[in-house]
C-alpha cells in the first residue's frame, strides 16, 4: 500500500505543470556560469531612448573571486564582499547575511545554436520570459562564461551590450590585498513597510541598513536592483543632470551606466534611489508599484521640521 | 503649467530646484490664485513663527490670583521662547548624504551573492 502511494505522488509530481518551477537548464547554465574561472578583457554599454554609456573593463575570475579594473578603478568581488582600491589601501564591504538565490519561472532558454566567437567554440542561446526574447548570450563551451550578452528591452531592441573582445578560459595571476585598510559589515534590516515584498516579478529578497536609511535588494534571479529608501531630500549630485522622464504622469530623474541605470525620485515623506541591471520595460513595471513621487503640505512640513 | 498648488510650500522653504522655482515663479506671474495662495501660506508661516512675541496677559484677575497670572503667563512665554528656539536651531529631517559610488558598492555587494545576469559576465564595479 505504502509503494502503491509513492507512486501516486511520484507519478503526481511529474504531472504538475512546467510553468510553477523556474528552468532547471537555464539555472544550471547561470549557476555554471558564475563560478566559471576565466580571464577578459570586455566592453559593456547600455542604452536607454537618448541615454547611453559605455565602457571597458578587464576581469580575472579564480576560485569565485573575481578582480576587476574598470573606469571606475580596482575592485575585489567574491561572494558578498566588495572591496575598492584607493591608492595603495583597499577598502572592504561585506554583506553579513543574504537570502538563497532562486529562479523566476518566467524565464526559459529557447534555442540553442552551435557557433564560435573569438576563435572558440561557443552556444548562442535565447533566454525568454515567456514568448519574449529578453536575452541572447553566447557562452564559450570550454568555461561556460558568456562571451556575448545582449539584454532586450520589450520591442527586441538591445538594451544593454556586454562582449568580451579578448578571453582566455584560464585565469591571468590576480594582485589580491593581503589585507584591507577597513572593513565595513552591511547589516541586515527590518524591510521597509513602504516597499512590497513582490513587485513585477522581482521578490523583495533581503534588507540591510545604509546610512539613515535602507537598503532593499530585489531579485527575480535573472536581474535584481536596490531600492535605497532614505529621508526625504536626500539626492546625490550625480542626479542634478540627469534625464527627467515620466512613468504614467509621475516625474522621475534617471542616469543611465554602462552596468545599470539610476532612478531617484522624491515621495512625500522619502527620498529613493533605484539602482539595477533590469531592463526599462522592467523598470518602469517597478516604479508603478514603489511609492509614489509627490510633495507634502505645509503642515506636515512643519512638524517634520519641528519633530524631524 | 496648471496650478502648481502642492509646490507652494516648497517653495516658500526655499526647497525646489532652481529650474522648479522658476517655472512656479513664472505661473505666479500671471495667476492671481496661486499668489493668494502663496501670500496665505507666508502669512501662516509668519504667524507661527511670531508665536516668541506674544505679550503676556494683562493683570485682570484680583490680587489673590494675579501669581497665577503671573505664572501661568511666564509659562507661555517660556512655552513662545522654547518654540522659537525650536523653529530656528531644529535640524527636521535633513536630508542624508548620498554618492553614487557609495550606493553601487553596497549594490554591489549584495548582488555578486547571486549568479544573475550581471555576475556571469563579470560585474564591472562601481556605479
Not at chain 1, 68 to 91: E, I, K, N, Q, T
Not at chain 1, 217 to 238: I, N, T
Not at chain 2, 86 to 108: F, I, K, N, S, Y
Request: glycine share 8%.
Amino acid at each position: 500500500m505504502r509503494r502503491l502511494l509513492l507512486a501516486i505522488t511520484i507519478v503526481g509530481s511529474m504531472a504538475l505543470p512546467s510553468a510553477a518551477r523556474a528552468d532547471d537548464d537555464l539555472e544550471g547554465m547561470l549557476e555554471s556560469a558564475a563560478e566559471a574561472d576565466f580571464h577578459g578583457v570586455g566592453v559593456v554599454m547600455c542604452t536607454w531612448d537618448d541615454d547611453s554609456a559605455a565602457t571597458t573593463y578587464e576581469v580575472t575570475r579564480s576560485d569565485g573571486m573575481s578582480m576587476v579594473h574598470g573606469p571606475s578603478g580596482d575592485f575585489m568581488l567574491s561572494s558578498g564582499l566588495s572591496a575598492s582600491r584607493s591608492g595603495a589601501d583597499w577598502y572592504a564591504l561585506e554583506v553579513a547575511e543574504w537570502s538563497a538565490w532562486s529562479l523566476s519561472d518566467r524565464y526559459s532558454l529557447g534555442e540553442q545554436i552551435s557557433t564560435t566567437r573569438l576563435g572558440r567554440a561557443a552556444t548562442e542561446v535565447m533566454v525568454m520570459e515567456g514568448d519574449l526574447a529578453r536575452a541572447r548570450l553566447v557562452i564559450d563551451d570550454i568555461s561556460t562564461v558568456p562571451l556575448l550578452t545582449e539584454i532586450l528591452d520589450s520591442a527586441g531592441n538591445v538594451f544593454r551590450l556586454a562582449v568580451m573582445i579578448e578571453f582566455d578560459s584560464e585565469p591571468a595571476a590576480m594582485d589580491v590585498p593581503e589585507d584591507f585598510h577597513e572593513r565595513e559589515m552591511l547589516m541586515p534590516a527590518a524591510p521597509s513597510d513602504r516597499l512590497p515584498a513582490e513587485i513585477f516579478g522581482y521578490r523583495r529578497v533581503d534588507s540591510y541598513a545604509s546610512g539613515d536609511g535602507t537598503q532593499t535588494f530585489y531579485s527575480d534571479g535573472l536581474f535584481s536592483f536596490s531600492v535605497f529608501e532614505s529621508k526625504r531630500g536626500s539626492r546625490p549630485e550625480a542626479f542634478d543632470a540627469a534625464t527627467r522622464f515620466e512613468v504614467v504622469g509621475e516625474k522621475y530623474r534617471r542616469i543611465v551606466t554602462p552596468s545599470n541605470v539610476w532612478v531617484h525620485w522624491d515621495a512625500p515623506n522619502h527620498s529613493y534611489v533605484l539602482v539595477g541591471d533590469l531592463p526599462p520595460d522592467h523598470i518602469l513595471a517597478v516604479l508603478q508599484e514603489l511609492p509614489e513621487p509627490g510633495n507634502r503640505g505645509f503642515l506636515v512640513r512643519l512638524w517634520r521640521r519641528l519633530f524631524g | 503649467m496648471t496650478h502648481p498648488r502642492e509646490l507652494l510650500s516648497a517653495h516658500l522653504d526655499g526647497e525646489l530646484t532652481a529650474d522648479e522655482g522658476s517655472r512656479v515663479d513664472l505661473h505666479l506671474a500671471t495667476c492671481a490664485d496661486c499668489t493668494h495662495e502663496l501670500r496665505a501660506l507666508a502669512s501662516v508661516r509668519t504667524a507661527l513663527r511670531s508665536l516668541p512675541e506674544l505679550e503676556p496677559p494683562t493683570p485682570l484677575m484680583a490680587a489673590r490670583s494675579w501669581s497665577l497670572v503671573r505664572w501661568g503667563g511666564g509659562a507661555a512665554a517660556a512655552a513662545a521662547v522654547a518654540l522659537a528656539v525650536v523653529l530656528a536651531v531644529a535640524p527636521g529631517d535633513r536630508p542624508a548624504v548620498l554618492d553614487l559610488d557609495t550606493m553601487a558598492e553596497q549594490h554591489t555587494a549584495r548582488l555578486v551573492v547571486d549568479p544573475g545576469i550581471s555576475t556571469i559576465r563579470g560585474p564591472v564595479g562601481g556605479p
